[in-house]
């Protein structure tokens, strides 16, 4: 069982930034994926950002050079650094743990992120 615990959301002005942060607890994880996904208003959720256990990093096209998704060394807190925040970032935040499949953000199929490990959300809204 893994336990994810997501916080840093909150409200800012279009340009501005939040760090998101997720804690884990529970089975260790060191070789799965984890991710951030999110859920607008009135939308589908929609992969952001997803590392695997080498490091490797994958973004939604969307983001464009303004996240980072990090993760500390014993992969129990995961990070989304977000710059450059635009009112149609507002959305939902979820982490996400060990889906199977490829952990490339932008190829994760709905199934697969259905049986991921999810985090309760932390809500980001950007004002213009």
């Known amino acids: 069982q893994v336990r994810l615990v997501e916080s840093g959301g909150g409200s800012v002005q279009a340009g501005g930034s939040l760090r998101l942060s997720c804690a884990s607890s529970g089975d260790p994880y060191s070789t799965y994926c984890m991710g951030w996904f999110r859920r607008g208003p009135g939308k589908e959720r929609e992969g952001v950002a997803g590392?695997?256990?080498?490091?490797?990093?994958s973004y939604a096209n969307f983001v464009k050079g303004r996240f980072t998704i990090s993760q500390d060394n014993t992969r129990k807190n995961l990070y989304l650094q977000m710059n450059d925040l635009k009112p149609e970032d507002t959305a939902m935040y979820y982490c996400a743990a060990r889906w199977p499949g490829p952990c490339d953000i932008k190829v994760v199929v709905p199934a697969a992120a259905d049986s991921a490990y999810w985090g309760q959300g932390t809500q980001v809204t950007v004002s213009s």
């Open positions: 590392i695997a256990s080498d490091g490797t990093t």
